[in-house]
C-alpha cells in the first residue's frame, strides 16, 4: 500500500502505481500521476473532452457523502470524467410454497421494490444536483448487487476508470474490520488505484 507525500492523514491510496523513475508524481495541480493516472490518455464522449475517468462509490450513508466532498475539494481536474456508482444490495423477498396453497406476495414484493426505487432515484438527483451546479462531467450507474464491492469493481472495468474513490466507516485505522467489507474488498481486489477515505477528514 502506498500513500501520496502530502495527503491527508488516514487517506488510504491501494494498488497505487509508481510514476516514472519510481515513486508516485503528482502533475502541476497536484493530483497524483503515473500508470494509472495517465493524463495523456485524452477521451471523448457525449460528455465531451476528458482525460481521467474517477468512480465514486455512494449510497445514503454520510462516509460514502464525506468520500465525494474529499474528491472534489482534494483531487478533482477539470478534465475528469466522474461515474458515481450505486449499488444497492438486493432487498431480501419474503419467500412462499406452492405446496402452502398460499398465493405469491406480489404487492409486498412490489411495495419493497418500489420502496429501492425511490431510495434510489432520490439518493441520484441530490447528487445529481450538485454535479449539475458544479459543472461537472458525470454519469450515474445504479445496479443492485449480491457483493457491493464486486458490483464497483466491473462497473469500474466497464467505465474503462482510472481510480476508485471509497468512503470508510473508519477513522484512519489500517484494520479492514474498521473499514467494513466494501473497502475491504476493494483494497484487496480493485482493478485500479483505490482511496479509502475515512468519515472524518
Known sequence: M????????GVKFVNLPEAEGGGVGRDRSGSATGAGFNAARRRTS???????VVVVAVDGSEHARNAFDWYLSNIWRADDLLILVH???????PTFSFKSGISPPVEEWKKILDDMNVKA?????????????KKLKFKVRCEPMKNIGEGICRICEEEMGDMIICGSKGTGGTKFALKGPVCEYLM??????????????
Open 87 to 93: 449499488c444497492p444490495e438486493a432487498p431480501k423477498l
Open 121 to 133: 432515484r432520490k439518493l441520484e438527483e441530490d447528487y445529481e444536483g450538485t454535479c449539475t451546479q
Open 2 to 9: 502506498a500513500q501520496l507525500g502530502s495527503s491527508p492523514p
Open 46 to 52: 457525449s460528455f465531451g473532452s476528458y482525460t481521467r
Open 188 to 201: 484487496r481486489n480493485a482493478p485500479v488505484p483505490a482511496v479509502i477515505v475515512p468519515l472524518r477528514m
